[in-house]
């Protein structure tokens, strides 16, 4: 096959979750076990850093690669949705995969995982841990696709796990409270090895506390110990943030430079820099320069894209992955303190969120567009504007995400501001990303 047609195949043959929902979701660690063993055990042959949480894991795997990228590291990165290509989820030191390499590995691996009746989610980490055995990455950096406990990527026994934090979102997957959902991500924390939280969430606390205890995992809540301090506001369009950096009440480093804009990257921060510290203690050399490197350069040695990502200036037009309600708080936050004369908001989400909550969130004088991406998990355009009339957002339907961002530019004039979000989908579908 081409790498075309084993695209193809990978999609029609296992329904992926990102695209269909629940029907492509399959848990448990067996099927992803059976393809562990007869692919020889590649869990095992690489050190690894095993990333969850509802919102900021994504972010938060790219940090710590491209830090242990900077200190000269041999890093892969595995992360899901990717936004353009397939390959984008699997990196070695920011490079996407081969699709030469894909090509390959499914063409010797396909009889094993149909007779496995494996979902697309459990072939992708079969092919990320084979691939970075192969690669002999030094340590590789693993984003949980959804949940923990059942996720495929459980299988690893990494030198560190981190927790980002807990937000609703999949509920009727993993939970409708968040200790349920918490319970489903703690599920990462194994015997022995420490467990970093990057955010004390009193509703959820206890249920990692009491994990790590039945574990005896090490424990620590990394915003207690390290706070990300903004020294002044980015200017409009601006690609940095100037950060100082707390440890314990002492200033660790001051003017860091952070390449991720997005407000709620100062929250993913003390977890990233604690999970630094514990590589650390575990014998990875990364030095102060190799931290600042990373931090400000992480778009540029991981390939991240879509948070808080600036498309243009003049109008500033910015878009952001951010899907469910806690992550939209943080957005509609940070577009509040955006100098403007008016607000263009392309909009797009998925049927298994709940809308509403998202809804209400949203600033009523923003000029919506609604759209929907190309997948058979979008909520229909006009689904979603009737939900939005209802709760005072107007606007305008669209065929498609680049024809809505595309009238949302035509319409802004110099000094507004168009934001594109509500789906990792819709920001995937936008043109010049």
Known sequence: ??????????????????RVGAAGYKP??????????????????????????????????????????????????????HLKEFTERIRLNGQPLEPAFL????????????????????VCVALAFDYFAQQKVDVAVVEVGLGGRLDSTNILQPLVSLITNISLDHQALLGDTLPLIAVE???IIKPGIPAIISQTQPEVAAVFEQKAQQEEAPLLFADQHYRAELLREPA???????????????????????????????????????????????????????LREGLR????????????????????????????????????????????????FVLGVVQDKDVSKMLALLPPEATYYFCQATIPRALPA???????????????IYASVPAA??????????????FIGGSTFVVAEIEEL
């Open 28 to 81: 448990g660690l067996q099927r992803t076990e059976a393809l562990a063993e007869a692919t020889g055990h590649p869990e095992r042959q690489f050190r690894s850093v095993h990333v969850a949480g509802t919102n900021g894991k994504g972010s938060s795997s790219h940090l710590l690669a491209a830090v242990l990228q900077a200190a000269g590291y041999r890093v892969g990165l595995y992360t899901s949705p």
């Open 297 to 344: 350069e992480v778009t540029r040695l991981t390939g991240l894209r879509g948070r808080w990502t600036i498309l243009g200036r003049q109008p500033l037009v910015v878009c952001d992955t951010g899907h469910n309600e806690a992550g939209i708080r943080f957005i509609v936050a940070q577009l509040a303190r955006l100098p403007r004369r008016r607000l263009h």
């Open 236 to 290: 409009p369009g601006e690609a940095v943030q100037l950060l100082r950096i707390w440890h314990d009440d002492k200033v660790l480093l001051d003017d860091v430079e952070l390449g991720l804009v997005g407000d709620y990257q100062r929250h993913n921060l003390p977890g990233v820099l604690a999970t630094i510290a514990e590589l650390r203690r575990q014998g990875f050399v990364i030095e102060e320069s190799h």
């Open 405 to 418: 961002v595309a009238a949302a530019r035509a319409a802004a004039e110099a000094d507004d501001v168009v």
């Open 103 to 122: 090509v390959e590995w499914v063409a010797r691996w396909r009889p094993t995982f149909e007779q496995a009746e494996a979902s697309f989610f459990e």
């Open 185 to 187: 991500k703690a599920g």
């Open 382 to 396: 006009a689904e979603l504007a009737g939900q939005a009339a209802a709760l005072g957002l107007s606007g305008t």
């Open 1 to 18: 096959m081409t790498y075309q047609q084993t695209l193809d195949y990978l999609y029609a043959r296992l329904p992926m979750f990102q």
